[in-house]
């Protein structure tokens, strides 16, 4: 578990492997480790008092622009495992999140993503409080 205590805390989101996200092999295929990030960020922007749906609504996207994965063992059907996010940086139109999947004490992998936000007509946005949550009470 990551001990850096000069970075923003951990979320952790447990996600258990379904049989349907294994291959041939019996392991977990590596695509459907961007799924887990996926969760994890939406589960995170929740958890700050945001909604993508809401945000979604409201014409704003927040969009993929790099994924950086680090494998390190894999992960098998039914493996109860921890995805740890933070946020590593905010700039004005992107977001880093940083990324560690455990499967008890054992580090599965490590990741990055970086999004950017963009309006309806794939514009990028200058990323606002107003943007991401807009009025707080409907959410």
């Given at each position: 578990?990551?001990?850096?205590?000069?970075?923003?805390?951990?979320?952790?989101?447990?996600?258990?492997?379904?049989?349907?996200?294994?291959?041939?092999?019996?392991?977990?295929?590596?695509?459907?480790?961007?799924?887990?990030?996926?969760?994890?960020?939406?589960?995170?922007?929740?958890?700050?008092?945001?909604?993508?749906?809401?945000?979604?609504?409201?014409?704003?996207?927040?969009?993929?622009?790099?994924?950086?994965?680090?494998?390190?063992?894999?992960?098998?059907?039914?493996?109860?495992?921890?995805?740890?996010?933070?946020?590593?940086?905010?700039?004005?139109?992107?977001?880093?999140?940083?990324?560690?999947?455990y499967s008890?004490?054992?580090?599965?992998?490590?990741?990055?993503?970086?999004?950017?936000?963009?309006?309806?007509?794939?514009?990028?946005?200058?990323?606002?409080?107003?943007i991401m949550?807009g009025d707080?009470?409907?959410?």
């Amino acid at each position: 578990m990551p001990q850096d205590s000069s970075m923003p805390d951990w979320f952790e989101v447990p996600i258990r492997v379904r049989y349907c996200e294994t291959d041939a092999m019996g392991l977990l295929h590596h695509a459907n480790y961007l799924n887990y990030f996926e969760q994890a960020r939406t589960e995170l922007f929740r958890a700050e008092g945001g909604s993508y749906r809401c945000m979604e609504e409201r014409g704003f996207y927040f969009v993929i622009v790099k994924v950086e994965v680090d494998y390190k063992r894999p992960g098998r059907f039914d493996d109860d495992l921890r995805v740890l996010i933070r946020v590593a940086k905010r700039t004005a139109a992107k977001i880093e999140h940083e990324y560690e999947v455990y499967s008890g004490q054992q580090l599965m992998n490590k990741a990055r993503t970086i999004v950017a936000c963009v309006d309806r007509q794939g514009q990028v946005q200058r990323i606002t409080d107003d943007i991401m949550y807009g009025d707080r009470e409907s959410n």
